[in-house]
């Protein structure tokens, strides 16, 4: 550039102490510039070579209690906004904190190469001035972020820039034609729809938000994060926008995690959740923080869908971060649901529009201790009624935070580079789904076993009674063994025994999870009748740890009485394997709806790691039917298929009985669940259903759902329906027979039964 070549400082100041500042700083930097408002230029006027210089006058809060500057609560009750401090409080706030007002400069850039940008990307016949106005404003932007911290990260004139490209332009054109509209009118509606989900965020509503929700889960836990994998997301995160993908268990999840985050300077999330919600005054402020509410429906509106794919093709092509619950709401059983693609389309679609655009999925588990609103979920996956949000419901979920219940852990999986995932996933009508269950596969692997989710899972897969507390530890020590051995994330083992199981076991029954008589010459513990599907929440969050080894248990037990016959000759080590692992593919087909595994050759290998851990040599040996019965005995106390699978199980039992009573008729899935509710509460009572925590809503869905896969709903592709429902009651009925006899062979636990005697 020439050094006669004409130099504008352009700035947004709103006050003289503003522009003063910015006078100073631009003498200082640009002596021979001339300072204008950003909307007093005409741009067209401005010869090619002509430099623009983009600042911004930065306001900095006064340093907060652990030296973070923010906006607290009481600034905004007294209505003043540190960050936009008004006219006549400016020069005190100066002379008190002269590094209160400073100023931030982007990239300069010459009209000439503005003028690049703006053929490249803006449809025909927006108006230059105003492109030019809106990345100036983007590029102090990005310079304020240089004083404030990435945590303030927010995105700027979305709308503008969304309506005003020419990729939205033209798709719109497209979609007019599609549906014989004109092109002006589907604009129209797509750009007012735009404008009622997109976040216009604050930092002023960030800093609130945060200071007046956070205290729904300050109080109730202490919060642990993975600061490793942290670090290795930061670095990340400056080349590819990340998409956080949570397990959901609360409603506290987005505040735990924005939290975490916010803690470690990451920009934050624009958070994608459902607009029940977004009821006053939770939607208005949190909008303002980051919050995109939308529609829980939106297949049938074409317009709605398309504004939808436009802000997330932006949000990923300006690399923002994004935050969504695949699960498509709270798990009712404690463990992961089956993922909704909706949003996972979408994004796909924006990615696929974008030349070598990526995104880098997140896997996240974020896993509590307890939680209060367990009893709600529970006793609405067993049939009853979900109550409506709203401002008496927020009081009073406000009041419940009020108590201690111990630790929420975030957790991170592996990285998954999206373009990547999909060109492993392969073509075909399956591709995301193999994306979505790789994505729910390490959640699971990162969900960390908390002492409360393994008290649940020895208890309800005890006998139904009372236990003291070496009784208890019996049980929970092969556990803390095969989760040290098998390298899982577990709990600290001394909150399994002594004075810290009784810490754990006291925790819960402060919550009514479990109860302690202690009339006797020693206290006994056992699960409250009523609160069976509270425990069971969280025993369930950690049976995905122990999938794998029941399923190759079930096996063992089928070579072992004879159930699994060799293929080709009976000598052959590899013929019995062979067909032992097509009897583990049978099982994982039926468990299919309830856990997710990975493809078949990875299955198969973990089975094999899980065999090392239970019979080490085994590739060595030919295995016979005895060698597998010893192999069973030598674990009676540590064998996890009963307590692991029984409820599944009895679940698949009560669904595929009642479409055997049904005949050859059909049922839709509300209606069927709904029998289902009855017909499990009557098999628990007549003691034929084991397990008393089965007789679930959700439970019942997976039931359906494997039904309906394989035709039993319909009848599709079934020349005789009746006989192939009895053929899948029959399937069930041998699994539940195996878990008794697995049973039998806990049963002879020797520690239990001498802390009996004592």
Known sequence: MRMTDPVLVLTKARTPSEMRAVTDWASSTYPDAEVHQLADVDYDALPPQALLVPVRPVWLPAVRQGGERRVSLGDVLVLSNPRRPARLMQPLI?????????????????????????????????????????????????????????????????????????????????????????????????????????????????????????????????????????????????????????????YVDPLVLAKVLRNNDFPPNLVLGGNNLAFWPVGPVARRAGMIFIRRK?????????????????????????????????????????????????????????????????????????????GAMAAEDAGGTKKPEGVAWLLRYAKAQRHYLGEARVRFGAP?????????????????????????????????????????????????????????????????????????????????????????????????????????????????????????????????HFVDRAIVEVGMLAVAEGEVTHLGDPESHD??????????????????????????TEFLHRLGQELDLLAPGWREVTPTQDWTYEVLHGHTGALLARRTLQPFFDAQLVVATRLVQLGSASRDRDDLVADCLGLGKQLSLQNVVRSKDSVSKDLYEGGYQLADNRGLIHGENTDDLPPARQQWLDEVELMRDRLSRIASIEAIQPTIGSEVAR
């Open 94 to 250: 100066q002379s008190r904190r002269p590094d209160s007002l400073r100023v931030a400069a982007g990239a300069p850039a010459t009209i000439a190469e503005l003028r690049s940008r703006y053929s490249r990307s803006q449809a025909e016949g927006e108006p230059f001035g105003e492109f030019v106005s809106v990345q100036a404003s983007l590029s102090a932007e990005r310079a304020e972020r240089q004083i404030v911290g990435d945590r303030y990260k927010v995105p700027r004139l979305v709308a503008e820039q969304i309506s005003s490209s020419a990729r939205f332009q033209s798709g719109a054109a497209a979609l007019a034609a599609t549906l014989g509209r004109q092109t002006d009118a589907v604009m129209a509606e797509a750009t007012d729809k735009l404008s009622t989900f997109v976040a216009t965020q604050s930092r002023l509503m960030d800093d609130v938000f945060s200071a007046t929700f956070n205290r729904l889960h300050e109080r109730a836990w202490n919060v642990s994060v993975d600061v490793d994998h942290l670090n290795e997301l930061r670095t990340l995160n400056k080349s590819t926008g990340l998409i956080f993908l949570p397990s959901h268990r609360s």
């Open 298 to 374: 939106f297949g049938a509106d074409p317009v709605y869908k398309f504004a939808m794919r436009s802000y997330l093709a932006y949000i990923v092509e300006k690399r923002f971060n994004l935050e969504w619950y695949i699960e498509g709401g709270r798990s009712r059983t404690g463990k992961l649901r089956q993922p909704k693609l909706g949003l996972l389309t979408y994004v796909v679609d924006a990615v696929g529009q974008l030349d070598d655009a990526d995104v880098t999925i997140v896997p996240t588990s974020i896993v509590y201790d307890q939680l209060h609103e367990i």
């Open 416 to 544: 998954i580079s999206l373009r990547a995932a999909l060109a492993d996933a392969g073509d075909g009508p399956a591709r995301l789904d193999k994306v979505a269950f790789r994505v729910m596969d390490e959640i699971n692997s990162a969900t960390p076993i908390t002492a409360t989710s393994l008290v649940g899972f020895a208890l309800l897969g005890a006998q139904d009674r009372a236990y003291t507390l070496p009784e208890i530890e019996a049980i929970l020590s092969p556990l803390l063994t095969y989760i040290a051995r098998s390298d899982l994330p577990g709990p600290d083992p001394t909150l399994c025994r002594g004075v810290g199981l009784t810490q754990t076991l006291r925790v819960l029954a402060g919550n009514g999870v479990v109860s302690c008589f202690e009339g006797g010459v020693e206290p006994v513990w056992s699960i409250v009748p009523e609160n069976r599907a509270v425990a069971a929440y969280y025993r369930n969050g950690a049976l995905h």
């Open 575 to 600: 013929s019995l394997l062979s067909a032992s692992q097509q009897e583990a593919l049978r099982i994982r087909d039926l468990l299919k709806f309830e856990f997710f595994f990975p493809p078949k």
